[in-house]
């Protein structure tokens, strides 16, 4: 089953932006440019689409916009502290090596989206739709996806911690290639893949969910 993402369209010139600020604060849109080493607000950001670009060494830390519009772009080294998204659109776009502490990405649309080499804490993905999105070489620690709906989800090589998948809907999601300490929500697992190590590793969870006690 093809659960690849489809990577992001990149023109091959892009106008390199020496002050993203001045220029968001006058634009809708922003489209084919390069973000380097910049420190983006709430105010840069706030009813704003950004499309094919490429983002690297960026602060957006203590963004709070609702409905921000991303696709076609690679983010790169960038850091998502606290950073406050929900019901944003994530299409085709790549985040490398991003902080995401406390990232907020609740009742969201993320398709085609890859994370790589990225650390993910406290961060909120519930009632998002999320399709072909692939999580790789990752930490996850208090990730949240309740009531998530994951399309071809892949979790490659991943150190998972305390995640709760709790009244998710699954399709195609594979656990099986990862490390996971602890979750919740095992009783909405249908429609995902996880190893045999895993599901030995995991039968506590299983019998705590179904109400069983071992001694």
């Given at each position: ?9 990149i ?21 084919r ?6 420190v983006?607000?709430?105010d840069?950001l ?12 960026t ?12 696709s ?14 929900p019901?944003?659109?994530?299409h ?6 991003g ?12 398709k085609?989206?890859i ?7 406290f961060?909120n993905f519930?009632?998002?739709?999320i399709?072909k999105?692939?999580?790789e070489?990752?930490?996850?620690d208090?990730?949240?996806?309740l009531?998530?709906?994951l ?16 009244q ?9 290639e ?5 979750i ?5 697992l249908?429609?995902a ?9 995991l039968?506590?969870?299983?019998a705590?969910?179904a109400?069983i006690?071992?001694?």
């Amino acid at each position: 089953i093809e659960m690849k993402p489809i990577k992001p369209t990149i023109p091959p010139s892009l106008s390199i932006l020496d002050n993203a600020s001045l220029l968001l604060s006058n634009e809708d849109s922003i489209t084919r440019v390069q973000i380097n080493s910049e420190v983006l607000s709430s105010d840069d950001l706030d009813g704003k689409s950004i499309t094919e670009s490429v983002i690297k060494s960026t602060d957006l830390s203590g963004v709070d916009v609702s409905r921000f519009d991303i696709s076609d772009c690679v983010l790169k080294d960038c850091s998502f502290t606290v950073t406050r998204l929900p019901e944003s659109s994530w299409h085709r776009v790549s985040i490398d090596g991003g902080r995401c502490s406390g990232l907020q990405l609740n009742n969201s649309t993320l398709k085609n989206v890859i994370f790589t080499n990225s650390k993910l804490e406290f961060v909120n993905f519930r009632f998002s739709k999320i399709e072909k999105v692939a999580f790789e070489n990752c930490a996850l620690d208090d990730v949240d996806f309740l009531e998530a709906q994951l399309k071809d989800v892949r979790f490659s090589n991943c150190t998972i911690n305390n995640i709760t998948f709790a009244q998710a809907r699954m399709k195609n999601v594979d656990l099986s290639e990862s490390t996971v300490e602890g979750i919740k929500g095992v009783n909405s697992l249908k429609g995902a893949t996880i190893s045999h190590e895993q599901l030995i590793q995991l039968s506590p969870y299983f019998a705590t969910e179904a109400g069983i006690r071992v001694k």
